[in-house]
C-alpha cells in the first residue's frame, strides 16, 4: 500500500509539500557516487540507444536526404517528411506492445534485436527504393521491427537500476535526443553530399545497427542479466496498469505531457524557417537550431539533478513559463544573433526537461513495477501530440503567413503544462516491496 497521505486532499497536499520541497526519497537510497560508478555502462549504451531511436533517428536523419531524393525522383518535400508521420503514428500504436514485452521479456534482447531490425531497413532504403511506395513501405516497417529502442525500454532499465541519482540517470538517457538532433545531421549529411544519399543510408544505418547494438551488447546485457533490471527490493514496488488507470494522476500526466509535446513541436520543427523570415541566412538559422540542441541536452541534464534534491512540479513551471515568454518574444520582437541564442536555449531547456520529467513523474508516482505498461500509454500521448502539432503548425502559418499566433498557442502549452503538474500533489512513500 502506498502512504495514506498521497491520498489526501491536493490543495494541502501540494500547499504542504511546497513548504518543504525537498524530494523524500522513495525508498532507502542508495550512496549516489557509487550508484554513477557501479552503472555508467547503463547510462552510455541508454543514452546512445535513445539517440539512434526510431522516432529521433529517422526525424533528425530525414532532413539530410530531402533534396537528393527530390532531384533523383521528383518527390516533394511534403512527400518525403510524410516519412516521419507514419514512422511517429507507427510509435504509438507500437508503444503499447513495446511497454507489455519490456514487462515480460528480457529488455536487453528486445533491445539489441530492434536495433539491428532497425540498422537492416536503412540498408534496405539504401538497395531498393527506386519509388515512393516502397520508400514508404520501409519506413512503416522501421514503426514495427524498431518500436524496442522507443525511450519505454531505456528508461524502465535505468528507473529499475538507479534510486539516489534517478533523475540524473534518466536526464543522461533522454539527452539522446539532443545528442542526435547535434551530431547526426552533419554525420548524415557528410556521406550524402560526399558520396551520394544511398551510401548515406548506410552510415544511417551503423548508427543503430552497429554503434548502438554494440553498447547494447557490451553493457544492458549485464544490466539486465540474472534479474538485475529487477533486483529486490526496488522491482517490486508500485502499481499495476489498472491500477494507474484508475488514479486522476495517469490522466493528468498524459494530458499535461500531450499538450507540452505540441507546444514543443511548434517550436522545434518551425525554428529554422522562423528564423529565416526574421532575417537570418540558411547557415545561420542552422546554427541556432543546434544550439537549440545543445539546450534540449543540457535541460535534461539539469532537470534531472535537480529533480533528486526537490519536488518535481515547481521545478517543471520554472524551466516552463519561462520558455512560454521567450517562445512569444521569439516571434514577435526584433531578435539580432545573440537574442536569439538567448530565448531558444530557454525554450531547448524547458524541451529537455519536459521529456525527462515525463519518464521520472511515472516512475516517482506509480513505481516500476509495471512502469513499461504504464509508461506506454503516457509515452504514446505524448509522440501523438509531435503527429499532430506538426501538420497544426504548419498549416496555421500558412493561413496566416506569420508564427505569431502559432508561437503563442505554444507559449500557452507551456504553462498551462506546469500548472496542471503543480496538482499532482506529494509523491507515494513506496514500501520495500510490494507483492
Known amino acids: 500500500m502506498i502512504d495514506s497521505g498521497f491520498r489526501q486532499s491536493e490543495v494541502g497536499v501540494w500547499l504542504g509539500v511546497i513548504a518543504n520541497l525537498r524530494s523524500p526519497p522513495v525508498i532507502d537510497n542508495q550512496n549516489p557516487v557509487s550508484e554513477l560508478r557501479a552503472h555508467w555502462g547503463t547510462i552510455l549504451a541508454s543514452s546512445v540507444g535513445v539517440m539512434a531511436s526510431c522516432v529521433t533517428l529517422t526525424n533528425y536523419s530525414l532532413g539530410v536526404f530531402i533534396v537528393p531524393l527530390g532531384e533523383e525522383f521528383g518527390w516533394g518535400r511534403g512527400q518525403v517528411l510524410f516519412a516521419t508521420s507514419i514512422v511517429s503514428i507507427g510509435a504509438v500504436i507500437m508503444s503499447f506492445a513495446t511497454g507489455w514485452l ?3 521479456i528480457d529488455i536487453a534482447r528486445l533491445i539489441i534485436a530492434s536495433q539491428i531490425a532497425f540498422g537492416l531497413c536503412f540498408v534496405a532504403q539504401s538497395v531498393f527504393t527506386n519509388d515512393l511506395a516502397t520508400f514508404y513501405v520501409i519506413y512503416g516497417v522501421i514503426a514495427v521491427v524498431a518500436a524496442g529502442t522507443l525511450p519505454i525500454t531505456f528508461t524502465k532499465i535505468v528507473a529499475a537500476r538507479f534510486e539516489a541519482r534517478r533523475g540524473l540517470a534518466i536526464g543522461l538517457t533522454l539527452a539522446g535526443t539532443g ?4 551530431l547526426v545531421p552533419p554525420f548524415a549529411g557528410y556521406f550524402v553530399n560526399t558520396f551520394g544519399w544511398r551510401i548515406g543510408f548506410l552510415a544511417v544505418a551503423a548508427l543503430p545497427g552497429i554503434l548502438a547494438a554494440s553498447l547494447a551488447f557490451a553493457f544492458l546485457r549485464k544490466a539486465t542479466a540474472s534479474n538485475a533490471v529487477q533486483p529486490p527490493p526496488t522491482a517490486t514496488y508500485g502499481m499495476e496498469l489498472g491500477e494507474a488507470l484508475r488514479t486522476w494522476r495517469y490522466w493528468v500526466i498524459a494530458v499535461a505531457f500531450f499538450i507540452a509535446s505540441g ?6 520543427a518551425n525554428i529554422v524557417p522562423m528564423m529565416t523570415d526574421r532575417g537570418f541566412d540558411r547557415q545561420t538559422a ?6 537549440f540542441g545543445l539546450a534540449v541536452i543540457a535541460g535534461r541534464v539539469i532537470l534531472g539533478l535537480l529533480v533528486d534534491k526537490f519536488w518535481a512540479p515547481p521545478i517543471a513551471l520554472a524551466f516552463l513559463t519561462p520558455a512560454a515568454v521567450a517562445t512569444v518574444f521569439l516571434a514577435t520582437v526584433p531578435v539580432d544573433f545573440a537574442v536569439a541564442t538567448a530565448l531558444l536555449v530557454v525554450i531547448g531547456l524547458a524541451t529537455g526537461a519536459e521529456g525527462d520529467l515525463l519518464s521520472y513523474l511515472v516512475a516517482r508516482y506509480f513505481g516500476v513495477k509495471a512502469y513499461g505498461r504504464i509508461f ?3 509515452f504514446a500521448a505524448f509522440i501523438a501530440a509531435i ?3 506538426a501538420p497544426f503548425f504548419g498549416g496555421l502559418y500558412d493561413a496566416t503567413k506569420s508564427y505569431e499566433r502559432a508561437m503563442e498557442i505554444s507559449a500557452v502549452g507551456w504553462v498551462l503544462c506546469g500548472i496542471m503538474l503543480m496538482t499532482l500533489g506529494r509523491y507515494p512513500m513506496w514500501p520495500a516491496s510490494k507483492s
Open 376 to 378: 506506454s500509454g503516457i
Open 387 to 389: 503527429a499532430v502539432a
Open 102 to 104: 519490456a514487462d515480460k
Open 263 to 268: 507546444a514543443a513541436t511548434g517550436v522545434s
Open 286 to 291: 542552422a546554427t541556432l537550431a543546434g544550439i
Open 179 to 182: 545528442l542526435s538532433g547535434f
